[in-house]
């Protein structure tokens, strides 16, 4: 199942498109205000979809959402390259948003019910980190390849690379095993029963609730700070051909924290707690700088973000005890959109009056104060 797994995570982000989609774009006339309006469209359709295609995940086949994902992803991007214009785009975010919320929970949970079932479940930890990496490492080779394949085909020679890699993606999904943990009785919940389940479960189990609130707490604050990097780096006086090169510094850092998840899945909440922390700093010390060297704070503090998410999500999967684990894992989902609406909209308004390095150094607090709370509460606790 592993190199399935890694193959899936690897097409899902070798999408030539990230890296020139917003020049696109701009190219195609869309003004600033109308392309952030996109990303607004994008984050809010993966919001409204996130939870209900959670419960869809616990009823239905995980596979399924997992094959539908990228196709969702195919036509999106088939509709930007065939007919660029704003309802165009705003039409394939939507669809983008959709097979992020479909492959949302979905993954998680039948990665975690398939390790349980051959008796690795201990690796979950290590396999997802494993899986983001690759997913990293994807990225980036398409922002290495992406220029010059705009060079030589333009923008449809990228869009038609996108649609067959996530084509391609959806082959590799119909190929993975799917075991899933035998209910307790033999009456099969239906989509509403599961769906009540599920956000029953948050409800009622502290455990679960604090784990599930932990994961928009790591997640949403530095995914929505790599949107501004290039910013950033532009800001700290890089030229504007050493961008590339500063963003790769940063995700090799990010790509890092992702494989060191297999050395810290023992880590209790007081050692994630100084995980949190010490990337809270390495960001504000290094935006501090104002200089391009700093990236190599940035760098290790992306690291640390990539591992705590990646041992937020382990930590949930771990007391989740119902039979709509998809359904919980979407709402951790539903929450981190919400958060990173919420970030985005206060850095684009503080932006007016702050430059990026005083933005980053203050979206580092956030994690400082996560840290500080999690350590509060673990004194004299026991943490699972």
Not at 40 to 52: D, K, R, S, Y
Not at 160 to 175: M, N, R
Not at 210 to 233: D, I
């Amino acid at each position: 199942m592993l190199p399935k797994l890694y193959a899936y995570s690897f097409l899902g982000d070798f999408v030539l498109l990230y890296p020139v989609y917003t020049l696109l774009f701009s190219d195609t006339g869309l003004t600033v205000p109308e392309i952030t309006s996109l990303f607004i469209i994008w984050v809010v359709a993966a919001l409204l979809l996130e939870v209900p295609s959670g419960a869809l995940a616990d009823t239905l086949s995980r596979k399924a959402l997992l094959v539908a994902g990228p196709l969702l992803g195919a036509a999106g991007f088939a509709l930007w390259t065939a007919v660029p214009s704003y309802w165009a785009f705003a039409a394939g975010f939507v669809l983008w948003g959709a097979r992020e919320a479909l492959e949302s929970g979905a993954f998680e949970a039948l990665v975690h019910d398939n390790l349980s079932h051959t008796g690795r479940g201990e690796r979950y930890a290590e396999v997802m980190g494993r899986a983001r990496s690759v997913g990293l490492v994807a990225t980036a080779l398409a922002m290495a390849v992406a220029g010059p394949v705009v060079a030589v085909g333009g923008y449809v020679a990228v869009g038609v690379a996108s649609v067959l890699a996530c084509l391609v993606c959806a082959a590799i999904a119909l190929t993975m095993p799917e075991h899933r943990a035998e209910p307790e009785d033999d009456d099969p919940a239906g989509y509403l029963d599961t769906l009540k389940e599920g956000l029953a479960e948050a409800r009622r189990s502290p455990r679960v609730r604090h784990a599930l609130l932990l994961v928009p707490a790591v997640s949403a604050v530095w995914g929505e700070l790599e949107e501004y990097l290039p910013l950033l780096a532009q800001e700290s006086g890089a030229a504007a051909p050493a961008v590339p090169l500063l963003m790769l510094v940063v995700w090799v850092g990010a790509t890092t924290g992702g494989l060191l998840a297999k050395r810290a899945a023992r880590l209790r909440t007081r050692g994630l707690a100084a995980v949190l922390a010490a990337g809270g700093l390495a960001l504000g010390l290094g935006a501090a700088t104002g200089h391009p060297a700093g990236f190599v704070g940035i760098a290790v503090a992306f690291a640390m973000f990539q591992l705590g998410e990646v041992l937020a999500d382990a930590r949930l999967q771990r007391r989740i005890t119902g039979p709509s684990r998809a359904t919980v894992t979407s709402l951790a989902g539903l929450l981190t959109d919400v958060c990173v609406i919420v970030a985005l909209l206060l850095y684009g308004a503080a932006s007016l009056v702050l430059s990026h390095s005083a933005l980053f150094v203050l979206f580092g607090v956030p994690y400082l104060v996560t840290a500080l709370v999690m350590s509060l509460r673990s004194r004299g606790k026991v943490s699972a």
